[in-house]
């Protein structure tokens, strides 16, 4: 009997329990049917204005800077005093250097150097004549900024000269505000003579005055690499011979160099193009390109020539790029990594999110008027997995031969639909459910 009683008492736990769960599970079917119905019919949105950015399509390549290059050498004992700086221009039989018998004279001469540039500065000073005023200050502020910039990178020379030219507006608004100030420059100018004065006497006559044999830049970098590519011939090298590069640098320098004379303003930078990147680089193009080691921002440079491999089944083409500007970074490059811009695009950044077709088959965007969504087109010039780039329209006549990264109907659809384009700041909806022309939204 008391078996029996256990067995019923099992029985009822067993169909409660059941119960319950039956109880949880239409629950949990009731709550899931309602959450749907409630996505399926909610107005909420979530959106983002339209604003404008640009985007670069760059690639980095490792190259190699070529120069016409001419080393200096010097057999002597003496301690060189340098007349010129890096990148400065030199004349044929121009002075390059003064060798002095011991570093206490090449001191002074530096010294009296910097000297000799202050009072040259000051001269300048006394003639402000028709000077405005907003633009020196536009002008201290520029070089204010530069000089700043240029604190921290261990550019010293390039410290000296920004300073110069800051110390020189700086005098020349003195000026410009009283001129009573020019008596204390005439002053200062006539304590400086003094002083250079004395310095020559302190450190004597050269042992020797070191020339120029050709016309050309200056640099006193020497590394070992100046004639390792033909200067005539580097537009016509090949990846083959690019490739044995690294195998011919020899980076002792050659002995008894105290500098080189570049006596062509053009260089070059060669460097390999990956295959599938061939056909973004056309001869004749101008590209951005900034070295990756400098402080110098993007230079200009013109694709002279893109030689592919005499092997068959090779992967990359050699590209060769040309320049005509330099200073004291650029001349100093050699192998370098570049990054190279090939193209840009500007135009109304839209989320890939966004994106709809209408019944004409447009893309376009659907957008908050109110509490309205409206359906505008677009235009896409870039297309990323996040993003879209899109720009006005092309005239009519350009379409033909422009067509952007989207649908485009035939001409006639074309003047049918009148829908309008995404404007800057229009409220794009990136997130929403079931949207139309027309449909009532709320944020």
């Known amino acids: 009997m008391a078996d029996y009683q256990k067995r019923k008492r099992r029985r009822k736990i067993r169909k409660r329990i059941i119960r319950i769960i039956l109880l949880l599970f239409l629950t949990a079917v009731v709550l899931f049917t309602v959450y749907q119905l409630y996505r399926a019919y909610d107005s909420t949105i979530i959106t983002e204005p339209a604003l404008e950015q640009t985007v670069y399509d760059v690639i980095n390549v490792d190259g190699f800077a070529v120069r016409s290059e001419n080393i200096i050498t010097y057999s002597g004992s003496g301690r060189l005093a340098y007349a010129v700086e890096n990148a400065q221009r030199i004349e044929k039989d121009g002075v390059i250097a003064y060798a002095y018998s011991n570093d206490q004279s090449v001191s002074l001469k530096r010294k009296k150097d910097d000297i000799i540039t202050r009072i040259t500065q000051l001269e300048s000073v006394e003639h402000t004549e028709g000077t405005d005023p907003a633009a020196l200050d536009k002008q201290i502020d520029e070089r204010l900024v530069n000089t700043l910039s240029i604190i921290g990178t261990g550019d010293t020379e390039g410290l000296r000269s920004e300073t110069n030219q800051l110390l020189l507006l700086m005098n020349k608004r ?223 006549e350009e379409e033909a031969a422009e067509e952007p990264q989207g649908s485009l109907p035939p001409a006639d659809e074309e003047e049918q639909d009148d829908t309008p384009y995404l404007k800057k700041y229009d409220e794009v909806i990136v997130e929403g459910k079931d949207l139309r022309d027309g449909k009532i939204v709320k944020g």
């Open 174 to 396: 003195q000026v410009v505000a009283d001129e009573s100030n020019l008596i204390a420059i005439s002053d200062r100018i006539a304590e400086l003579q003094k002083e250079s004065d004395r310095l020559s006497g302190l450190m004597g006559n050269p042992l020797e005055t070191l020339y120029s044999g050709q016309a050309g830049y200056f640099s006193v970098d020497v590394d070992g690499c100046e004639n390792l590519v033909d200067f005539s011939t580097v537009t016509k090298m090949k990846p083959e011979q690019f490739a044995l590069l690294p195998e011919k640098i020899d980076e002792e320098i050659p002995a008894k160099a105290i500098g080189k004379v570049i006596d062509d303003y053009r260089w070059y930078f060669v460097f390999e193009i990956p295959i599938e990147r061939l056909s973004q680089f056309r001869v004749g193009s101008s590209m951005k390109v900034k070295f990756s080691d400098t402080e110098t921002g993007q230079v200009t440079m013109d694709l002279v020539s893109v030689n592919s491999s005499d092997s068959a089944g090779k992967g990359s083409a050699l590209g060769v790029l040309r320049c005509t500007e330099i200073n004291e970074e650029l001349i100093s490059l050699r192998r370098e990594t570049a990054r190279i811009t090939l193209s840009s695009h500007t135009g109304l950044r839209v989320s890939t999110r966004a994106v709809h077709y209408n019944e004409n088959n447009r893309m376009g965007v659907y957008t908050v008027v109110g509490n309205i969504a409206t359906f505008k087109r677009i235009y896409p010039v870039y297309t990323s997995d996040n993003f879209i780039i899109c720009s006005d329209p092309p005239k009519k």
